[in-house]
């Protein structure tokens, strides 16, 4: 078990430092998170109620999430790395769980930008909305990395991507957007937890499925 | 007995469709008694709901087959669920159609996002046109099918899911009590009529899946002949 | 150590490789020779467990912790120093004494000096030696050379041959394919000749 | 016809309609497995004879 754990602590590791070295995805995520927003103030009329713009601020976390996914086996797939981590004896789901950790501190990572701005420039930021981030990030890091790994074994991989995650992310947005809304946040809170340990099991039980032949 | 149930299975199953559907038919339109509410459109109930049942029904099956296709290795399985999901896409899609213009007779519009089984059918329609893209941009091969077959199991999960995130989501934006769409009760003629119509659906179904499964392997077996011979 | 019979792979339509027969005992050397398109790749990929075979039949009598794999690809990140990829490798394959061990390596490869260095610097031939490193680091049992002479120069060539001639781990099992068996002298027990499907 | 039965009607011909253009996307491919077979046949000929 605890062997386990070493090595998603070594693969997480290295996951982190090849984003540290290239530089490749957190920047652009946060530019991005940040032009959305902006560009939503041009696309919503002037006096629009508060529950358009947390709609808004969903839809630019969830394109925001699409563009780390996508990159999230480039570095594997660029000389089939991949292969290098499947000879290894390490168990194939270990390489999912550091993959997901690694996705989730990219994200947290631009929504530590994303909420202070949308503070700024529309709603104040609650408590439920940063929980309701926070749960959102799991499951969307967890279900959009196996997705991820699908894909890249598809030629149009970046294509892919978004069509096979737009669907499952639905009750993502649906939990996220009534966490921020709702009288009752704790009922939406509830179901994004679900949905995070549903899927979040699955995808850790289906990996290697995806990954080997 | 069985032998000849084996070799003329296609045969029983469409004829027992054809009675089926004729009788079906008929009990739908001349006995069941009229809705007092909806008057005579209410008999799109008995095409609407047996057709979307029988799409649930191939989403499962596909399921199941992808869950044999992973834990049996069962390599059969992977036509099966492929057939399966093929199937419910096109049930999926009669399903939206028929929710339509049962939408347009009940409120006057195409489509209503209050009707929980139609955004339902939308997403699973998503979610499995996702699927054909992933097998037509994946090499054939064992991969392709642990792929295709996680990603069909994702969707039977998806279904429940998918369920209570549409419920949650009317109730955010109506915070009144759930509406009921159950309505009054159906009376016994027809409740029969109702399982009459869903039977000769399901018959009509199994006898379009034995086809178009055939259909699959026959093409894989001429792949695998011209393969030997060129 | 490795049994087939009949063993044949399709990539969709496309054959790679079709009714292969071999049988090789542990600490045999066996060398793999063909044509482009013979299969040699495919060959050794289903060694590794990498790919299933689609026809025939394959036991390879080994654990993956005890397989090392020498791939077209060198099988490291380019946005990490050779110490961290081999690093990496070496957590995942729990080697005790990790340090001395790649240090050892990286020494006897001539790859001290840029072990620092971001692999993407590395020349080709560098490289290759880097992957020989990460294929040999946690001492396999089975050995699996696909091609390993390639962007080798002559003093990379000396080391890899030397490396072969090595007593220890004793009984180990080495299959090479190459399109220079010249160079492996008289070193394979075994041969195979694969020709295109 | 009141409205009603018109839609009601609708929905059984979408129904009929399905099934028929499954039926005509059967016989296309029958047609095509049909010459694929002939071809191979011919291909399994020639491969005996030569």
Not at chain 2, 110 to 139: C, D, G, N
Not at chain 3, 29 to 49: D, I, Q, Y
Request: aromatic share 10%.
């Amino acid at each position: 078990m605890s062997g386990y754990f070493a090595d998603v602590t070594a693969l997480a590791r290295k996951d982190l430092l090849v984003e540290l070295r290239s530089r490749d995805t957190v920047p652009a995520m946060l530019l991005f998170v940040v032009g959305a927003l902006v560009v939503f103030h041009f696309a919503l009329p002037e006096d629009s109620s508060r529950l358009a713009a947390a709609g808004m601020l969903w839809i630019a976390l969830l394109f925001t999430a699409l563009l780390a996914l996508v990159r999230s086996f480039v570095a594997e797939r660029e000389g089939t790395v991949i292969d290098g981590l499947l000879l290894a004896p390490c168990d194939r789901s270990a390489i999912w769980l550091a993959k997901s950790l690694s996705v989730f501190a990219f994200l947290a990572f631009a929504e530590a930008v994303a909420l202070p701005a949308f503070a700024l420039f529309y709603e104040p930021v609650t408590w439920e909305l940063i929980a309701g981030v926070a749960l959102a990030n799991v499951g969307i890091a967890a279900v959009g990395t196996l997705l991820g790994a699908m894909a890249a074994a598809a030629r149009a991989r970046e294509l892919l991507l978004p069509l096979l995650f737009l669907p499952l992310a639905i009750p993502l947005i649906v939990g996220g957007v009534g966490a921020t809304l709702a009288e009752d946040p704790a009922r939406y809170l509830g179901f994004l937890a679900l949905y995070d340990l549903i899927f979040a099991i699955l995808s850790w039980a289906s990996f290697e499925y995806v990954v080997t032949e | 007995m069985s032998t000849w149930l084996r070799n003329n299975g296609a045969v029983v199953l469409a004829s027992a469709a054809a009675v089926l559907l004729v009788t079906g038919l008929g009990l739908a339109l001349l006995w069941a008694p009229e809705d007092a509410d909806q008057g005579p459109s209410q008999r799109i109930f008995y095409i609407h709901v047996p057709v979307a049942l029988t799409a649930y029904v191939f989403f499962g099956w596909a399921a199941w087959k992808a869950f044999r296709l992973l834990w049996k290795r069962d390599d059969r399985a992977d036509l099966e669920s492929y057939t399966a999901v093929h199937m419910g896409v096109i049930f999926g899609v009669l399903t939206l159609v028929t929710g339509s213009i049962w939408a347009k007779i009940s409120w006057g519009v195409w489509w209503t996002w209050s009707e929980r089984q139609l955004v339902l059918f939308l997403i699973l329609f998503l979610f499995y046109s996702a699927y054909f893209m992933l097998r037509y941009s994946t090499e054939p091969g064992p991969r392709r099918a642990r792929t295709s077959a996680v990603y069909a199991l994702f969707g039977a999960v998806l279904l429940p899911v998918s369920f209570l995130a549409i419920r949650l989501a009317e109730q955010l934006l109506h915070p009144a009590p759930l509406f009921n769409r159950d309505g009054p009760q159906m009376s016994a003629s027809m409740f029969l009529t109702f399982c009459v119509c869903l039977a000769a659906m399901l018959t009509l179904a199994a006898t379009l899946y034995r086809i178009e499964l055939t259909g699959k392997r026959v093409d894989a077996r001429l792949r695998e002949l011209r393969e030997h011979l060129t | 150590m490795i049994r087939a019979r009949g063993l044949g792979r399709r990539f969709g339509d496309k054959r790679a490789l079709t009714g292969v027969d071999v049988d090789l005992h542990r600490g045999e050397f066996l060398l793999v020779t063909g044509p482009n398109g013979s299969g040699k790749t495919t060959f050794m990929r289903l060694l590794a467990g990498l790919l299933v075979p689609t026809a025939g039949e394959l036991e390879v009598e080994t654990d993956r912790a005890r397989v090392g794999f020498l791939s077209h690809d060198p099988l490291v990140y380019r946005e990490l120093t050779p110490l961290e990829n081999l690093d990496l490798y070496g957590r995942l394959y729990r080697i005790s004494e990790r340090r001395e061990r790649i240090g050892m390596l990286l020494e006897r490869f001539g790859l001290w000096d840029a072990r620092a260095e971001p692999t993407a610097d590395l020349s080709r031939g560098m490289l290759q030696r880097l992957a020989l490193c990460r294929t040999l680091l946690h001492q396999p049992e089975l050995l699996l050379l696909d091609e390993p002479f390639t962007a080798l120069d002559t003093a990379g060539a000396e080391l890899l041959l030397d490396e072969l001639g090595r007593p220890e781990p004793r009984d180990r099992t080495v299959v090479v394919s190459s399109h220079q068996p010249e160079r492996l002298a008289d070193r394979p027990t075994a041969r195979l000749a694969l020709v295109p499907a | 016809m009141s409205t009603g039965e018109k839609y009601l009607a609708a929905a059984y011909l979408v129904l009929f309609a399905a099934v028929l253009v499954y039926v005509v996307l059967i016989s296309l491919k029958l047609t095509r497995i049909e010459r694929e077979l002939t071809e191979l046949a011919r291909l399994a000929e020639e491969r005996r004879g030569g």
